[in-house]
């Protein structure tokens, strides 16, 4: 059972608590007009733990107000504001209040009452350092008692009278605290209704009968409809089954006034009960269909959550691709499809290391197109773009899957050769001999036709060093290729090879 929602120095805005009270008092369309003027404002300078209280009990007025996808946004943003640490901060006790309601509203009873449990352990943490404290723990005292009632009834019956005294216990606590008329009603009804559970029933009509006069004075159909419910069931278990019915009835009726499908539900099947133990059919089969319609507003609530759980996992990996590819696209040379220098380098370090801890020589092979502003020149731009694409399908053709290629820029590739296993000392040498021997054995007639035939250059370096280091040395190699008359191989010389060899 639930009721009104502590109003803690400003953390709710003025027009929240109005526009309760018009739902409690079943005035429903001016409810809905209210709240369309408050839902999309959030008090200036409110932190997150204020924010996400006024978020969440705006997911219980829009749930009650029959907007469901509203409802599951508001509270599933206000229930993410509340990650995190809240030791004994009010409006997150708050938040957890309204939430356990709405749990209870989807029929996730045990996570309701575990919500409940904790929104009553952060307010009391508080009650030392505020007076506010105490409104809040008697909201989340009635909203535990409720939910323990409700438990209670549906528990075997040798469970239940335990169950009943808990809540018996913590609504006495909450009415000892308790000073605001309307959360004193809310508590009364509950407390009734613990009392009739642990078969004090004399006690509890007289404070069932207390709520039911004090709640019309007040038009509190909320309240009304708790305190005609609790007194249905002291006349059913007195045997006076017509005047249970006819309490049982305007349970249900005030129930559905205010639009409260937990309440509706549970006192639908309670009036089905009595008219099943009267032998009236029809007015059993009234109050399930009634029961059914109720439930029937969890199952929406499901469908309409499990909706919008799929969606957002859609948009969300939808993002996770799209960044996933905008990551390769910007690490991937677009004209030949190898890693550019941005992806050589974010690659570089993780496969040099893991080269090294394994005992094995890393080798970078550098690759220079030989004069390829001639082949532009003779052929064309689009034939100089066409040349590049093929000597890096030829690159990859003769390097292995787990050795990282690149275009380095313009006619430059880079190859990154990892584990090299076996005789390391000229493995990077015998890669860039066949890269070397591929290019100027290739038949370019369908990329240059007569144009003049591409040959590489080539520098090679080794050693347990990092890329800047190896590129360095590799350069230097390939100077002296370029020097001694291109279409040829040069290794650094001055790289340490032997110590990390003889770790194999």
């Keep these: 059972m639930e009721q009104q929602d502590p109003l803690v120095a400003g953390q709710v805005p003025q027009l929240d608590p109005e526009v309760k009270a018009l739902l409690n008092a079943g005035r429903l369309p001016e409810a809905n007009t ?32 029959g907007r469901i996808p509203l409802a599951l946004e508001l509270a599933a943003e206000g229930w993410t504001d509340l990650d995190g640490e809240h030791h004994d901060n009010l409006a997150a006790a708050q938040a957890m209040h309204a939430l356990a309601y709405l749990l209870e509203g989807i029929g996730n009873r045990r996570a309701a009452i575990d919500m409940v449990r904790l929104s009553a352990q952060v307010a009391r943490r508080a009650m030392a ?18 939910l323990l009632n409700f438990r209670a009834i549906s528990a075997p019956p040798d469970e239940a009278r335990e169950i009943f005294e ?22 009364m009804a509950a407390y009734s209704r613990a009392l009739a559970g642990v078969g004090e029933l004399e006690q509890a009509e007289e404070t069932a009968a207390e709520t039911l006069r004090q709640a019309r004075d007040a038009d509190d159909k909320w309240s009304l409809a708790g305190a005609n419910w609790v007194l249905a069931g002291v006349r059913r278990m007195q045997g006076r089954l017509v005047e249970a019915r006819t309490l049982a009835s305007r349970a249900v009726a005030a129930a559905e006034a205010i639009n409260d499908a937990s ?48 969606e957002q996992r859609r948009v969300a990996v939808q993002a996770q691709r799209l960044a ?51 082949v532009n020149d003779d052929a064309g731009h689009a034939a100089g773009d066409a040349t590049l694409r093929e000597i890096a399908q030829l690159l990859r053709r003769e390097c292995r899957a787990a050795d990282l290629v690149a275009r380095w820029a313009g006619d430059e590739f880079v190859v990154l050769l990892g584990d090299s296993g076996g005789n390391s000392f000229d493995v990077g040498p015998t890669v860039a001999e066949r890269i070397r021997a591929a290019v100027d054995g290739h038949d370019w007639t369908m990329v240059l036709g007569t144009a003049q ?48 060899v003889s770790g194999n």
């Design 34 to 65: 209210l709240f369309d003027q408050v839902v999309s404002r959030v008090p200036p300078g409110a932190d997150r733990w204020q924010r996400s209280a006024v978020l969440v009990n705006r997911a219980k007025l829009a749930w009650r107000l």
């Design 453 to 500: 035939r591409p040959t590489v250059s080539i520098g090679v370096a080794a050693g347990p060093a990092k890329l800047d280091q190896l590129f360095a040395a590799a350069d230097m190699a390939l100077y002296r290729a370029k020097r001694h008359g291109r279409n040829r191989v040069e290794v650094e010389p001055h790289v340490a090879v032997p110590e990390i």
């Design 129 to 146: 350092r505020s007076e506010a404290a105490a409104e809040v723990l008697g909201h989340s005292l009635q909203g535990l008692g409720g």
């Design 263 to 310: 309440l509706l539900l549970r006192y639908s099947l309670d009036l089905a009960d009595i008219c099943a133990e009267m032998d009236d059919h029809v007015g059993e089969a009234a109050a399930l269909r009634c029961s059914v319609a109720a439930n029937k507003t969890a199952t929406v609530t499901l469908q309409e959550g499990l909706g919008q759980a799929l």
């Design 166 to 187: 808990e809540a018996r216990v913590c609504l006495k606590e909450g009415l000892e605290l308790a000073e605001e008329e309307q959360m004193r009603r809310a508590l």
């Design 324 to 374: 996933v590819a905008a990551q390769e696209a910007a690490a991937r040379d677009p004209l030949t499809g190898l890693a550019n220098r941005l992806g050589l380098e974010r690659a570089a370090a993780g496969l040099l290391e893991g080269t090294s801890a394994r005992g094995r020589v890393p080798w970078l092979v550098l690759v220079d197109v030989d004069q390829f502003k001639g």
